[in-house]
């Protein structure tokens, strides 16, 4: 699972204000990975946010942004190259080496592949590299707008049409794009490598992933892509680069997953300085988020206090009702527990028992509906709830609080 995309923002390489989404797990994150998108594109190009969801649910956090002048990002797009697009990379891995750390993976797709490999030489901490349909020459982006060069160069400046929109590319581009020996770069790289590219792609020809994969060094892969297109616009092709990415991937984490803190007594809650409530949480080896929802005023990016505190009720209570069905070796199917928290009035809570009894005002009411797969006897099922609520955590919520957990046995949802 992964949780809602978290918004961020940081210095590009020439001061302007880049934007950009952190998509995280919703566990424990195994690593980060950073995404450089397609030239002109942005961070919101299906095949981003496709690539990135299908990572954080494996356990990947990714943040992907826009370049400097494209999507959401502030700045001029004419006054960029692709050298301006490496810094803009490095100023990212700079971000998350400050608020979380520092990407182990970087993933490029188009040009956006051909600068991931430039950056990842200038990151010590990133240790595998992935590029998807990328040119095995900056150059190659000139066939982009190949009918406008002599413009370019006679006035050094021309309006060009890309993808259905209008941007100024100037002589600075042509120059900067020259100057770049891409081949030297990833034979000097030391790190993983593997392209993925469609051998019908008509944007960047599958010749460029021959050039890139024999100039790289072992360890190397090559994934074709079979029938996709250039930007992965079905669902089905971006999905599978991220199922490829993370299989891949995981060899070069094991090194995180290993070197992970060891596990710590209790709980330690700790503001991330990400929105007006972002907390995360370690307990344990693991690792969450805590956070109120937009309503609230925060990011969703994780549960709130009293969804960690619903969770606990409706795990214990799972727990509670396995462990009592294998002490009586009861055949009991799939158990599933929904729980819903509200405060309200105890003198209009009927079924409250007790806590309504001994309370005046609001108290806290739990409702909890547990459902069980197949056949449950009629005469078990009081027994059942009885189990039920003897699991600690209900038995800490009433003792220690003014609160009222209702439990109710319901059929399990059709899926």
Known sequence: MSSAPQRVDFRGSHGARLAGRLDLPAGRVRAYALFAHCFTCSKDVLAARRIA?????????????????????????????????????????????????????????SLGGAAALVAAGKVPE??????????????????????YIDTIEEKGEAEVELGGRRFTIRRELLDDLAGHDLDARIAD????????????????????????????????????????????????????????????????????DAEADEPIKGAIVAETGEGKFQNVARVG?????????VSAGGLDSGPSPYGFLSVALAACTSMTLRMYADFKRLPLGRITVEVEHGKVHAEHCEDCGEAAAKASGKIDRFERRISIAGEVPAELKDKLVEIANKCPVHRTLEHITESAVVTRIVEPRED
């Open 53 to 109: 969801l299908e990572l954080a649910r494996r356990g990947i956090a990714v943040l992907r942004f826009d370049f400097t002048g494209l999507g959401s990002s502030d700045g001029e797009f004419s006054s960029t190259d692709f050298s301006s697009n490496v810094g803009d990379l490095l100023a990212a891995v700079d971000y998350m080496r400050s608020r979380f750390e520092a990407p182990r993976i970087l993933i490029g797709h």
């Open 189 to 256: 790289l030391g790190k993983a490598v593997m392209v993925m590219h469609s051998p019908v792609d008509e944007i960047v020809s599958i010749d460029n992933a021959m050039r890139i994969y024999k100039a790289a060094k072992h360890p190397k892969s090559f994934v074709s892509l079979d029938d996709a297109d250039h930007l992965l616009t079905r669902p089905a092709d971006s999905a599978y680069v991220a199922d490829v990415i993370a299989a891949w991937a995981s060899r070069y984490v094991e090194a995180a």
């Open 285 to 293: 080896r693991h690792r969450l988020f805590a956070d109120e929802p």
């Open 126 to 147: 990133v240790a595998a590299v992935a590029t998807i349909g990328a040119p095995a020459d900056a150059l190659h982006v000139i066939e982009n707008f190949r009918a």
